[in-house]
């Protein structure tokens, strides 16, 4: 069976699809959760990530979102006899070819803009460097994941469509 990324821009859904999939009887599991991904400095060291009024722009230029190591093979491992879900957006993860198929959550703008305003639990995106950041990568990310084969689900449905595309995607 195959190991599935769904991935897509912050704010488009990853976290919420790996919750109904899991209530769904799914092995799914979040790039955010401890164990699977974490903030890496520069020299690959993981660090923790400050609270919103102390990460800076320049914060994103010392640092990114990976996968800790072992944790890929561990998900490809399950994924043998199961479909194993992994949904994030981490940048050590894409390149490796251990996904059988990456799905990207797609959102439009105003959507994005109502999503990271309204979050809980999750202040990133709410400050203004992170907002103009989002919109910015938001501009060319579904396209990117389009030219590198990734299949495209409208994220802006309602969750129960959503995740039955995603499942429908990978049957």
Known sequence: MPLVYITGIAGSGKSTVQQELKRRGHDAYDADEPGIGAAHDRNGL????????????????????????GALERLQLKAETDYVFLCGAVTSAEDRGLFAQTIC????????????????????????HELARILEV???????????GAA????????????????ALVN
């Open 105 to 128: 959550l797609d959102i439009d703008e105003a959507t994005l803009r109502t999503r990271l305003a309204s979050r809980e639990g999750n202040d990133f995106g709410q400050s203004q």
């Open 152 to 167: 495209v689900v409208d994220a802006t449905r309602p969750l129960h469509e959503v995740v039955d595309a995603i499942l």
């Open 46 to 69: 993981i660090v923790k990530v400050p609270d919103a009024s102390e990460r800076s722009p320049d914060w994103f230029q010392r640092h990114s979102w990976r996968m800790i190591d």
């Open 138 to 148: 938001h501009k060319t990310a579904t396209e990117n994941y389009r030219q590198k």
